[in-house]
């Protein structure tokens, strides 16, 4: 899968926060900014990169997402299915539907959402580097279907 993005953007995204800049570390990152509204599991981005890198293993996956999202570059998410994997968006909602897995983010860019958080970090004397924001229920179609 080529990315989107420049690679010098994804080692330069690296570089800032401390991490190395290994072959699978920016193929990774790159599929998951590549998401976009999408929302991947690690199997998911197993499948999809191993094709192109065929020495990758699970256990290299699940490390290098665990060390994006520690650095604040990737959000995960939990939902009934397992984890998924996104790109981290300004301070945002995920509707999460406990019943098909699909997953929406709501209030992307709004102010109102952005002084709450801002004010939340600022009570706490907290930086703030990523923000997850989970609401689960049903989606329109889920709950709309017949019981």
């Not at 920016?26 to 990169?49: G, P």
């Not at 930086?127 to 017949?146: I, T, Y």
Request: hydrophobic share 40%.
């Amino acid at each position: 899968m080529k990315s989107t993005r420049p690679t010098s953007e994804l080692l330069e995204l690296l570089a800032s926060r401390g991490l190395a800049a290994t072959t699978q570390r920016v193929a990774l990152l790159a599929a998951v900014l590549d998401s976009h509204d999408r929302h991947l599991s690690a199997e998911d981005l197993y499948r999809e990169l191993s094709r192109e890198l065929p020495t990758l293993s699970r256990a290299t996956v699940y490390n290098n997402l665990a060390a994006l999202g520690n650095a604040g570059l990737i959000e995960k998410l939990e939902t009934p299915d397992g984890s998924r994997y996104g790109p981290v968006a300004r301070p945002h909602v995920n509707l999460v539907c406990t019943a098909c897995g699909s997953i929406a983010d709501v209030l992307v860019g709004d102010p109102d959402l952005e002084a709450l958080i801002a004010r939340a970090a600022s009570t706490g004397g907290f930086q703030a580097r990523s923000v997850s924001l989970s609401v689960n229920g049903l989606c329109s179609a889920c709950a709309a279907a017949p019981a």
